[in-house]
């Protein structure tokens, strides 16, 4: 598994750093410590503490100088220099036996000749370590740099001084400056395209080709978050694209990029960290370095974006590596508002689907609903959403008979409207069954039971035959709610509930049907469940005893079917009061007028 | 570096730059090379002295050893400001004579 190397990536604490070699005799280290205090002073280090660096460098070279071993006499002493905004931090590579680092190191006494070179180190310090290793050990000093803040008064030399050690940090910055200057053009020229609806795999396509140009970085490759799936978007040079694995594995032990996505830091590799054979990258990357970054908007994570460098071993340089930071912040604003974008597009065409259900829906409805005197049929149908699955159908048997058929298709939508369509196709086809509403209802569950339960779907339904010669109606149902039957002088309205399975479970279902009379001054309910299970703001239920009441009050009036529709209306809506309609309401009355 | 002896009792050592492991020794053995057992003060003029390190330190502890076998002192004329922190952080400013003007 890659890591963060210690040398060779960027870290933020270490804005500059530099290697130096020395021969193994006291001059030559000499000679280092004096270039490190030049390089620190440069680095704006304040001259005193960049004194107090030279002895500390010098008194560490000077022990690798004088115990090297035989065989590490002939290797150079290293010193890399590291200095950041809060630190600076020196590491002496020797070739000695090694010694142990005591955490107390005292004075020897005061006619000692030899024996304060450790002492001054530790004095010169905040932290030390000594770090042994086989044939070399490394000696790592490290001290707080004082805050720059406080400015004390100086004098016209120390100004000029002041002022040439400026030059010379501004030419060194130089190189440093003007790739900072194409990364800002860069930021300013994506920035001014954010919020539009721009082709985002053409925008990730110009961003990253400019990440790579701007970081001295030959491939990289874009990955993005589909559901929890991280997906290749794009590699870039893309002929390379064919080489790059699908990361289908969740395996972080063997993938940077989910490392970088699981621990949101910047994973580092190459070097003395490649990455494993098994990393899906390692087709693309082999044992070139390089490193992964995972962006993100807020707490969102998006993706990742890994650059890597084929023909260069140089280390990323932090201005570089800031750069893809900033535009992978652009990038991921722009896959948001490109998600956003399609979710309102998205949003647009089912609302357009919608409106073409409901246009369905409502054509299915019958434009006008007959009446057979001294009978009045009267009709209502109130959608919750756009479209609902509620259908009812009011036809003219023979010369004195009236088919009243209901039916609640499961479900919302397209598909409910669509079976409303097929149902009604079907009743519409049975024209010698509308006197027999069970044997109508067995012959249309055979007629669509395959089709309904090959997508999971059922209806319930009532048909009802009134029989305007004989004054009775005839009822049978599927799954659906009881018809309401109230005749004059009674307490309650009679149920007629001969309820069998819904149309679409059981192509063998043999429905059966009811029969009574409907004298003077009686009424009829059928209806949808939409009704009974109707809720008040407060969570409670309409339900079937006042639905009841509702009709009774109606009737007892001696009205007709319209007023007993009016009447059940204003009841349900005086109940619901401000509660929001959550399924379709539908009923038909039917009434013996007076 | 110059040594030269102003009076019989005194050996004065000036144009010293760096008192420093790789020049350490040889300054000792120049200097107890012109040491004779009448001088009883040896005089280092630290005032050109930029660097001094740890070995710099022993040698000057070594000639005050070799001082003091003859009952003489060794002075340190005009420490610059890092030689003096030196000294006091390894605290042989009190081991010492120095002299500041």
Same mark, same amino acid.
């Given at each position: 598994?890659?890591?963060?190397?210690?040398?060779?990536?960027p870290?933020?604490?270490?804005?500059?750093?530099?290697?130096?070699?020395?021969?193994?005799?006291?001059?030559?280290?000499?000679?280092?410590?004096?270039?490190?205090?030049?390089?620190?002073?440069?680095?704006?280090?304040?001259?005193?503490d960049?004194?107090?660096?030279?002895?500390?460098?010098?008194?560490?070279?000077?022990?690798?100088?004088?115990?090297?071993?035989?065989?590490?006499?002939?290797?150079?002493?290293?010193?890399?220099?590291?200095i950041g905004?809060?630190?600076?931090?020196?590491?002496?590579?020797?070739?000695?036996?090694?010694?142990?680092?005591?955490?107390?190191?005292?004075?020897?006494?005061?006619?000692?000749?030899?024996?304060?070179?450790?002492?001054?180190?530790?004095?010169?310090?905040?932290?030390?370590a000594?770090?042994?290793g086989?044939?070399?050990?490394?000696?790592?000093l490290?001290?707080?740099?004082?805050?720059?803040?406080?400015?004390?008064?100086?004098?016209?030399?120390?100004?000029?001084?002041?002022?040439?050690?400026?030059?010379?940090?501004?030419?060194?910055?130089?190189?440093?400056?003007?790739?900072?200057y194409?990364?800002?053009?860069?930021?300013?020229?994506?920035?001014?395209?954010?919020?539009?609806?721009?082709?985002?795999?053409?925008?990730?396509?110009?961003?990253?080709? #400019?990440?790579?140009?701007?970081?001295?970085?030959?491939?990289?490759v874009?990955?993005?978050?589909?559901?929890?799936?991280?997906?290749?978007?794009?590699?870039?040079?893309?002929?390379?694209?064919?080489?790059?694995?699908?990361?289908?594995?969740?395996?972080?032990?063997?993938?940077?990029?989910?490392?970088?996505?699981?621990?949101?830091? #910047?994973?580092w590799?190459?070097?003395?960290?490649?990455?494993?054979?098994?990393?899906?990258?390692?087709?693309?990357?082999?044992?070139?370095?390089?490193?992964?970054?995972?962006?993100?908007?807020g707490?969102?994570?998006?993706?990742?974006?890994?650059?890597?460098?084929?023909?260069?071993?140089?280390?990323?340089?932090?201005?570089q590596?800031?750069?893809?930071?900033?535009?992978?912040?652009?990038?991921?604003?722009?896959?948001? *508002?490109?998600?956003?974008? #399609?979710?309102r597009?998205?949003?647009r065409?089912?609302?357009?689907?919608?409106?073409i259900?409901? *246009?369905i829906?409502?054509?299915?409805?019958?434009?006008?609903?007959?009446?057979?005197?001294?009978?009045s049929?009267?009709?209502s149908?109130?959608?919750?959403?756009?479209?609902?699955?509620?259908?009812?159908?009011?036809?003219?048997?023979?010369?004195?008979?009236?088919?009243i058929?209901?039916? #609640?298709?499961?479900?919302?939508?397209?598909?409910?409207?669509?079976?409303?369509a097929?149902?009604?196709?079907?009743?519409?086809?049975?024209?010698?069954?509308?006197s027999?509403?069970?044997?109508l209802?067995?012959?249309?569950?055979?007629?669509?039971?395959?089709?309904?339960?090959?997508?999971?779907?059922?209806?319930?339904?009532?048909?009802v035959?009134?029989?305007?010669?004989?004054?009775?109606?005839?009822?049978?149902?599927?799954?659906?709610?009881?018809?309401?039957?109230?005749?004059?002088?009674?307490?309650?309205?009679?149920?007629?509930?001969?309820?069998?399975?819904?149309?679409?479970?059981?192509?063998?279902?043999?429905?059966?049907?009811?029969?009574?009379?409907?004298?003077?001054?009686?009424?009829?309910?059928?209806?949808?469940?939409?009704?009974?299970?109707a809720?008040?703001?407060?969570?409670?239920?309409?339900?079937?005893?006042?639905?009841?009441?509702?009709?009774?009050?109606?009737?007892?009036?001696?009205?007709?079917?319209?007023?007993?529709r009016?009447?059940?209306?204003a009841?349900?809506?005086?109940?619901?009061?401000?509660?929001?309609?959550?399924?379709?309401?539908?009923?038909?009355?039917?009434?013996? *007028?007076? | 570096?110059?040594?030269?002896?102003?009076?019989?009792?005194?050996?004065?050592?000036?144009?010293?730059?760096?008192?420093v492991?790789?020049n350490?020794?040889?300054?000792?053995?120049?200097?107890?090379?012109?040491?004779?057992?009448?001088?009883?003060?040896?005089?280092?003029?630290?005032?050109?002295v930029t660097? $001094?390190?740890?070995?710099?330190?022993?040698? $000057?502890?070594?000639?005050?050893?070799?001082?003091?076998?003859?009952?003489g002192?060794?002075? $340190?004329?005009?420490?610059?400001?890092?030689?003096?922190?030196?000294?006091?952080?390894?605290? $042989?400013?009190?081991?010492?004579?120095?002299?500041?003007?």
């Amino acid at each position: 598994m890659a890591t963060r190397p210690q040398n060779t990536a960027p870290q933020p604490a270490y804005l500059q750093a530099v290697e130096l070699t020395a021969a193994c005799d006291y001059a030559a280290v000499r000679e280092a410590a004096l270039f490190a205090k030049n390089w620190l002073v440069s680095h704006r280090l304040p001259e005193t503490d960049a004194a107090g660096w030279e002895l500390a460098i010098a008194e560490a070279g000077n022990n690798a100088v004088e115990y090297v071993t035989a065989e590490g006499r002939a290797l150079p002493v290293r010193f890399h220099l590291a200095i950041g905004e809060n630190e600076v931090e020196v590491q002496v590579t020797d070739h000695t036996p090694g010694f142990e680092l005591k955490g107390d190191i005292e004075l020897p006494d005061d006619e000692s000749e030899g024996g304060r070179g450790l002492f001054l180190i530790k004095s010169l310090t905040d932290e030390l370590a000594y770090l042994r290793g086989r044939g070399e050990n490394r000696f790592v000093l490290r001290k707080r740099r004082a805050s720059t803040a406080a400015i004390p008064s100086l004098d016209i030399l120390e100004l000029q001084r002041r002022l040439a050690e400026t030059e010379i940090a501004l030419s060194e910055m130089g190189e440093e400056l003007s790739s900072s200057y194409e990364g800002l053009v860069a930021m300013f020229r994506y920035s001014a395209e954010l919020g539009k609806n721009a082709d985002l795999g053409d925008f990730a396509r110009r961003l990253l080709a #400019d990440v790579l140009q701007l970081t001295e970085t030959d491939l990289a490759v874009l990955r993005v978050f589909q559901g929890t799936n991280l997906e290749t978007f794009l590699v870039l040079p893309s002929k390379d694209e064919a080489a790059l694995p699908v990361l289908t594995d969740l395996d972080v032990s063997r993938s940077v990029e989910l490392e970088a996505v699981k621990t949101r830091e #910047d994973i580092w590799f190459g070097g003395r960290q490649p990455l494993a054979g098994t990393d899906p990258l390692h087709g693309l990357a082999g044992a070139h370095g390089g490193f992964v970054h995972a962006f993100g908007a807020g707490d969102q994570l998006l993706g990742t974006i890994t650059l890597i460098r084929r023909q260069s071993h140089a280390a990323f340089r932090s201005a570089q590596v800031n750069i893809l930071h900033t535009l992978a912040d652009f990038l991921a604003i722009q896959i948001v *508002n490109a998600r956003l974008l #399609d979710e309102r597009t998205q949003s647009r065409v089912t609302r357009r689907e919608l409106e073409i259900a409901a *246009n369905i829906q409502r054509s299915l409805l019958p434009v006008s609903v007959p009446s057979l005197p001294p009978f009045s049929v009267a009709a209502s149908c109130t959608n919750a959403r756009e479209v609902g699955g509620d259908f009812y159908d009011v036809l003219r048997v023979g010369e004195d008979g009236l088919l009243i058929f209901i039916a #609640d298709v499961m479900g919302k939508g397209v598909p409910a409207a669509f079976f409303a369509a097929v149902l009604r196709s079907a009743v519409h086809s049975m024209p010698a069954l509308y006197s027999e509403p069970a044997a109508l209802l067995t012959s249309v569950n055979r007629t669509l039971c395959d089709d309904l339960s090959r997508v999971d779907m059922f209806v319930t339904a009532q048909a009802v035959f009134l029989d305007v010669a004989n004054r009775r109606v005839t009822a049978a149902s599927a799954g659906h709610c009881p018809l309401l039957l109230w005749q004059p002088g009674q307490p309650a309205a009679q149920l007629m509930d001969e309820a069998n399975v819904p149309i679409g479970i059981d192509i063998e279902a043999e429905y059966k049907e009811a029969s009574a009379p409907l004298p003077p001054g009686a009424a009829a309910l059928i209806y949808t469940d939409g009704l009974t299970e109707a809720c008040n703001p407060m969570g409670e239920m309409y339900g079937l005893e006042r639905l009841n009441q509702s009709l009774i009050a109606g009737a007892a009036e001696k009205k007709t079917a319209d007023t007993i529709r009016e009447a059940v209306l204003a009841d349900l809506n005086a109940f619901r009061a401000a509660a929001p309609l959550t399924d379709d309401q539908t009923f038909v009355v039917i009434s013996h *007028n007076l | 570096m110059k040594i030269q002896s102003p009076t019989p009792q005194t050996l004065v050592v000036t144009g010293l730059q760096e008192l420093v492991a790789g020049n350490a020794s040889q300054m000792r053995d120049a200097i107890r090379a012109e040491l004779k057992p009448a001088h009883t003060v040896l005089d280092l003029d630290l005032s050109t002295v930029t660097f $001094l390190d740890s070995s710099g330190l022993g040698t $000057l502890i070594s000639l005050h050893k070799t001082m003091r076998t003859q009952n003489g002192t060794v002075r $340190l004329i005009k420490p610059t400001p890092n030689v003096h922190q030196i000294l006091e952080l390894t605290r $042989l400013h009190r081991v010492f004579e120095i002299v500041n003007s």
